[in-house]
């Protein structure tokens, strides 16, 4: 079965601490792809990363750090030195296109809260 | 120069009545999608059209069908709107192929009293 789980329904954080965002999924399928979305309070969402299951290479971009563990089946995200403009709704997503075609399955979100 | 754009924004309408969102896209993409996202936030498939034919249909009411005109153009119909249609439901649109990744527009708030 796909699964994803976000298990930290909420998170509160002061500015300038880091904070992680854990997702943990779950797939058949050797190939396989995540995501992570972001939704601000203005409701769009919006892409900050994909990385495929073959690829288990961490990411950094700025802030933004994502940790890819194939052997836990997490793909966790960090925000360093959080600021008050990360506030939103982070939901991660898997896409297993052998046995699901191309839909991207959800994780519940996590919402993020970060105070000045 | 939106990428992926929906219309209307916002709709309040009253139970029993029909509507529909235009969902276009302008990244020259091939594929399309409408997801809800429900009061709790969960988001959740329900169509996919890769070059107007329709790939995926979740199990979602008869009274939703979508219509997808040309590549670049996902509507959704929505017939005899019930309270618990109340939602937001979002456009996407992505190119198939191994660096796939779905771009979604800003979303349709539905509000049905």
């Known amino acids: 079965a796909q699964k994803v789980t976000q298990a930290q329904t909420e998170i509160s954080v002061v500015e300038k601490e880091d904070v992680t965002l854990d997702c943990v999924y779950e797939?058949?399928?050797?190939?396989?792809?995540l995501f992570w979305y972001k939704q601000p309070p203005s409701g769009e969402l919006v892409f900050l990363i994909r990385?495929?299951?073959?690829?288990?290479q961490n990411e950094i971009s700025g802030r933004y750090s994502w940790n890819f563990q194939k052997s836990t089946s997490s793909f966790n995200f960090t925000i360093t030195a959080s600021q008050v403009v990360d506030s939103a709704v982070y939901f991660c997503?898997?896409?297993?296109?052998?046995?699901?075609?191309?839909?991207?399955?959800f994780g519940a979100g996590t919402i993020l809260r970060v105070k000045s | 120069d939106t990428a992926v754009s929906q219309t209307p924004k916002y709709l309040v309408t009253q139970m029993g009545n029909d509507k529909s969102i235009k969902c276009e896209q302008n990244l020259g993409h091939d594929t399309m999608y409408w997801y809800k996202q429900d009061s709790k936030k969960f988001l959740k498939i329900m169509f996919s059209y890769n070059n107007k034919e329709l790939i995926i249909n979740e199990t979602v009411p008869n009274r939703f069908s979508p219509k997808s005109p040309d590549k670049a153009h996902l509507n959704l119909h929505i017939n005899s709107l019930e309270l618990g249609d109340s939602a937001v439901y979002f456009c996407a649109s992505s190119q198939v192929g191994r660096k796939e990744t779905q771009y979604f527009g800003p979303g349709t708030r539905l509000l049905v009293l």
């Open positions: 990385r495929n299951s073959f690829d288990e």
């Open positions: 797939t058949r399928d050797t190939t396989y792809y």
């Open positions: 997503a898997l896409r297993s296109p052998m046995e699901y075609g191309n839909k991207l399955v």
